[in-house]
T-cell receptor, first 117, second 114 residues
Framework: GAVVSQHPSWVICKSGTSVKIECRSL??????MFWYRQFPKQSLMLMATSNEGSKATYEQGVEKDKFLINHASLTLSTLTVTSAHPEDSSFYICSARARTSGSYEQYFGPGTRLTVT | AQKVTQAQTEISVVEKEDVTLDCVYETRDTTYYLFWYKQPPSGELVFLIR??????QNEISGRYSWNFQKSTSSFNFTITASQVVDSAVYFC???????????FGAGTRLFVKA
């Protein structure tokens, strides 16, 4: 089956620093990747959608300059949390949609737990 | 409006009980896809089932079964003879045709006690 990896699986950083999270589709080409944020005991909140080679589309209320998304290739998307603050602490999940996915199915990564101190 | 409602926030059962997780969806589209995912404490979403809107057949997979009823816009999930390992958060989700986004329900947290 289609596999999506995320790296790192968890990260602790100091307030004011930037953190980069990688999302890779391991055995398929992903034309579209999605980034979600999940707070404890809540559902997944879509942050942005990125298509390979083009700018990401951000959901309302998500700061583009804060959460930089780059979808440089058909197998890699990155999310950079810039100047992180404690309120950015959350569980970040990426997903990828295969180029040939007629059913629009997404394959989810295992998530990255970010803690900002 | 496109929406998924999981009215049950938390459910607690004793092992071997059957439990049904409700999911009601709203969409104007006639073609759409419905999903169920399991999220164990580790956090990774586990795909359970996909169903398209033209296939109303119920499905059974081991102890899991799904009841899709377009007349009531529901896609309920039943676990038979629940086990402690079933403890997790379960999400119902909708992708409308042509839609880029997955619309998630709020999730139902299931506790199965030994």
């Amino acid at each position: 089956g289609a596999v999506v990896s995320q790296h790192p699986s968890w990260v602790i950083c100091k307030s004011g620093t930037s953190v980069k999270i990688e999302c890779r589709s391991l055995d398929f080409q992903a034309t579209t990747m999605f980034w979600y944020r999940q707070f404890p005991k809540q559902s997944l909140m879509l942050m942005a959608t990125s298509n390979e080679g083009s700018k990401a589309t951000y959901e309302q209320g998500v700061e583009k300059d804060k959460f930089l998304i780059n979808h440089a290739s058909l197998t890699l998307s990155t999310l950079t949390v810039t100047s992180a603050h404690p309120e950015d602490s959350s569980f970040y999940i990426c997903s990828a949609r295969a180029r040939t996915s007629g059913s629009y199915e997404q394959y989810f990564g295992p998530g990255t737990r970010l803690t900002v101190t | 409006a496109q929406k998924v409602t999981q009215a049950q926030t938390e459910i607690s059962v004793v092992e071997k009980e059957d439990v049904t997780l409700d999911c009601v969806y709203e969409t104007r589209d006639t073609t759409y896809y419905l999903f169920w995912y399991k999220q164990p404490p580790s956090g990774e979403l586990v795909f359970l089932i996909r169903r398209n809107s033209f296939d109303e057949q119920n499905e059974i997979s081991g102890r899991y079964s799904w009841n899709f009823q377009k007349s009531t816009s529901s896609f309920n999930f039943t676990i038979t003879a629940s086990q402690v390992v079933d403890s997790a958060v379960y999400f119902c989700a909708l992708i409308p045709r042509g839609g880029f986004k997955t619309i998630f329900g709020a999730g139902t947290r299931l506790f199965v006690k030994a």
